[in-house]
C-alpha cells in the first residue's frame, strides 16, 4: 500500500542513484566543485524531489507533470555523467552502477507515468 512518495520503488530507486551520483560528484576535480560536480548533484536530486513534489499534489495532471520532471531530470544527470567520462574525469566502468539505476529509476518512471495517463477506473 502507497501511504507516503516512500513506499513508492520510483523515489527509492531515485535515491539509490541520487546517492551514487554524489558519490561520483565526489571524484570530479577540485576545479570542477562549482561546475559540473554542482550540476551532477542537483540533476541528481532533482530526481527523487520531484517525485516526491509529484505525489504530494492534487491533481493528477500535476503528479505527471512532476514525473515527466524527474524523468529529464534523469536524463541531464545521465548527460553529466557522460560529460565526466568523456572528459577523462570519471572511468566508465566507474559509472555503470549509476548507469544501472538510472535505468531501472526510469523505467518505474515510465510504468508510473503510463499508469498516472489511463483514466481512473479504466482499463
Same mark, same amino acid.
Given at each position: 500500500? *502507497?501511504?507516503?512518495?516512500?513506499?513508492?520503488?520510483?523515489?527509492?530507486?531515485?535515491?539509490?542513484?541520487?546517492?551514487? &551520483?554524489?558519490?561520483?560528484?565526489?571524484?570530479?576535480?577540485?576545479?570542477?566543485?562549482?561546475?559540473? &560536480? !554542482?550540476?551532477?548533484?542537483?540533476?541528481?536530486?532533482?530526481?527523487?524531489?520531484? *517525485?516526491?513534489?509529484?505525489?504530494?499534489?492534487?491533481?493528477?495532471?500535476?503528479?505527471?507533470?512532476?514525473?515527466?520532471?524527474?524523468?529529464? !531530470?534523469?536524463?541531464?544527470?545521465?548527460?553529466?555523467?557522460?560529460l565526466a567520462v568523456r572528459l577523462g574525469f570519471l572511468r566508465q566502468e566507474e559509472t555503470e552502477k549509476a548507469a544501472a539505476? !538510472?535505468?531501472?529509476?526510469?523505467?518505474?518512471?515510465?510504468?508510473? *507515468?503510463?499508469?498516472?495517463?489511463?483514466?481512473?477506473?479504466?482499463?
Amino acid at each position: 500500500m *502507497i501511504r507516503s512518495y516512500r513506499d513508492l520503488q520510483a523515489w527509492q530507486k531515485a535515491m539509490d542513484f541520487a546517492v551514487e &551520483a554524489y558519490q561520483l560528484a565526489k571524484k570530479l576535480p577540485t576545479e570542477e566543485r562549482y561546475g559540473l &560536480a !554542482s550540476q551532477l548533484q542537483r540533476a541528481a536530486s532533482s530526481v527523487p524531489a520531484n *517525485i516526491a513534489e509529484g505525489h504530494g499534489r492534487i491533481h493528477r495532471a500535476d503528479y505527471v507533470r512532476f514525473l515527466s520532471v524527474a524523468r529529464g !531530470s534523469l536524463m541531464e544527470t545521465e548527460t553529466h555523467l557522460e560529460l565526466a567520462v568523456r572528459l577523462g574525469f570519471l572511468r566508465q566502468e566507474e559509472t555503470e552502477k549509476a548507469a544501472a539505476l !538510472s535505468r531501472e529509476a526510469g523505467r518505474i518512471l515510465n510504468g508510473l *507515468i503510463s499508469a498516472l495517463r489511463k483514466p481512473p477506473g479504466g482499463p
